[in-house]
């Protein structure tokens, strides 16, 4: 898939991080016999350390469904955010989250500190990881190494997702080690650049309910008049989180008839 896909083609990414003595593995794939094997085998050519967590970055599936077995197996707990214990829970069969967390909470692994950082966006308790003596930023889903993240508008948040991502630029990360695809090296680059894009998607869409534009069907066809229609359904609830947003600023209104139109400012 090109540019501007929603899905991209790229396995979860799992990673095991080590320290002066402790490891913590972050995000633990769909669980597959094949992935567990091979995050099990890494972590036995490291000689089995004590695991201090794993952690999930999120609640989806491709990202929790190894992280059962991979406790029975350790003995580590599972972690996540606070915001996200109830979602993940549901999702896990035969196990539970052990520890949740906030943002400026961290895990020492022995001269190594991964910091926790909350940013609500892709899901509304998505989290980053922060290898601070390294400078590498885990993002899970919320910058992926390639195609555009997916912003839910029932379980996500576009206005968070904006601004959880400025929040991330305060880091300066050397490297981005996302979710799904490739390292990213340009990190402050890559985040503005992400920003930039939901902005210019957000005005492109106001200006074209200004035009008069007033459904989402009529803003799905002038904003994707050649989208793939396996992608069809995503692509319009992407607008609809991006309305959403539009809504919560006070930009635009949706009447009863579910029409959606410019708001016009009060003469005051
Ligand atoms: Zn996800």
Redesign the pocket.
């Known amino acids: 898939m090109g540019e501007g896909a929603f899905v991209g083609v790229y396995a979860p990414n799992v990673y095991l991080v080590l320290g002066d003595g402790k490891a913590a593995f972050i995000d633990t794939a769909y669980g597959k016999d094949d992935e567990v094997r091979a995050q099990l085998g890494a972590w036995e050519a490291l000689g089995s350390p004590p695991v201090a967590g794993i952690i999930l970055t ?1 609640r ?1 599936g491709d ?1 929790i469904g190894g992280a059962v077995r991979l406790h029975e197996a350790t003995g580590g707990p599972i972690l996540t955010s606070y915001e996200e214990r109830a979602a993940v829970d549901a999702g896990l069969t035969g196990g539970k989250v052990g520890r949740v967390v906030r943002s400026g909470d961290t895990l020492d692994l022995g001269g190594t500190t991964l910091e926790f950082i909350e940013t609500p966006g ?1 899901t509304l308790g998505s989290l980053c990881i922060y290898l601070r003596e390294d400078s590498v930023l885990f993002s899970g ?1 919320m910058i992926l190494g390639t195609g555009t993240t997916v912003i839910s508008p029932d379980h996500g948040d576009m206005r968070l997702y904006i601004e959880s991502l400025r929040g991330l630029l305060d880091y300066h990360a050397a490297v981005i080690a996302p979710g799904h695809g490739p390292e990213i090296y340009a990190a402050n680059a890559k985040i503005q650049s992400l920003i930039d894009h939901r902005l210019d998607r957000e005005a492109q869409l106001l200006r074209l309910i200004g035009e008069g534009k007033h459904t989402i069907g009529e803003l799905f066809q002038a904003v994707y008049p050649e989208l793939h229609p396996g992608l069809h359904d995503t692509a319009r609830s992407q607008i609809r989180a991006h309305l959403n947003k539009l809504e919560q600023d006070g930009g635009v209104q949706m009447n009863r008839e579910g029409l959606w139109s410019v708001r016009e400012s009060r003469p005051s």
């Open positions: 999120h989806h990202h892709h889903d």
